[in-house]
């Protein structure tokens, strides 16, 4: 771990955006271990903590972070608030350390899968968290009531984002949000119960641009918006995901009003008190450092009034 990290930290524009921001910091399964979930990895590893102690040690050592928040062992929080001035709070969210196991994985694995409801009753265990119930319990009394945005940060997509099998049967990715269901309408239910319109949900991890309005319930057609969710594809890594297959599967969910994944970039978001505007970037080719950079497309969100519209 520390090897890779002293990789990175020798490319210079990244030594140029530490040098030039200040950051706050989510991660997410990478960091450690392609999907592992709390105390899990895909593999059943019996030594697996020993492996999440080091990983977050080198993290905690190369990454901008307190002294308070030297990691324990195998724990590290990284839960926090920020509040910005009579602007906006933001919230740091950890969907890694504190979730149960992924529902229905392949046999002899833990990790993701992709799975039917019929097939998969445990997906809709009410108990079933992704978050923990300590931080579910912290993230809803923490919603800000004075200010114009809360603004959460955590690892990925939360809209529902269902693909389509060959019958037209509707398949969740139990990775996610979408693998935690139940957890996902607990958070909403408190935006929604405090009638916090300018909540915002940024994600990552999917190396795609998405624009979603997050419904107080995905099972139920017209249902109310209470959020609004943008996902920043990845800066170089390519996308596992053809544009074609985004296209089909935003077909099935008319919430998610905007999906490109064969494009590398960012997001910069523009906030006041009133509305936030987001620019979603993309470079011309991620593998040259001096690449052209252009907007593929911009969004804005009232205050009052939950949803991104196109701009």
Known sequence: YRARYAQYKRDPLLQDAHAACPW??????????????????????????????WAYQAYWEHMPFTMAQRPRGAHMRIVDRFR?????????LDDRQYRDHHVCPRP???GSNTVRRAECPALDDPKRSLLGAEQERWFA??????????LVA???????????DAKGEPVYWTDGWDGYPAARQRLLNAVADRRLSGTVVLGG??????????????DKPGSDVVASEFVGTSITSRSNVTQDRIDAARAHNPHVIYGRGDKRGAIVFDVNAKTLRADLLGVDDASKPDSAVSTLARFVVDAAKPGPQKA
């Not at 009394?141 to 809360?150: A, S, V």
């Not at 955590?154 to 389509?164: D, E, K, V």
């Open 154 to 164: 955590q690892q990925t997509l939360m809209a529902r984002f269902a693909w389509r």
């Open 108 to 110: 002899g694995r833990g």
């Open 205 to 218: 991890d999917v190396h795609t641009h998405y624009v979603a309005s997050l419904l107080r319930d995905f």
């Open 24 to 53: 706050w910091l989510v991660w997410d399964d990478h960091e450690v271990d392609n999907d592992y979930a709390n105390d899990r990895d895909q593999r059943l590893e019996p030594t697996f903590m020993r492996r999440r102690a």
């Open 84 to 92: 910005w001035g009579d602007l906006a709070t933001l919230h740091l």
């Open 141 to 150: 009394d923490g919603l800000d009531t004075l200010r114009p945005w809360n």
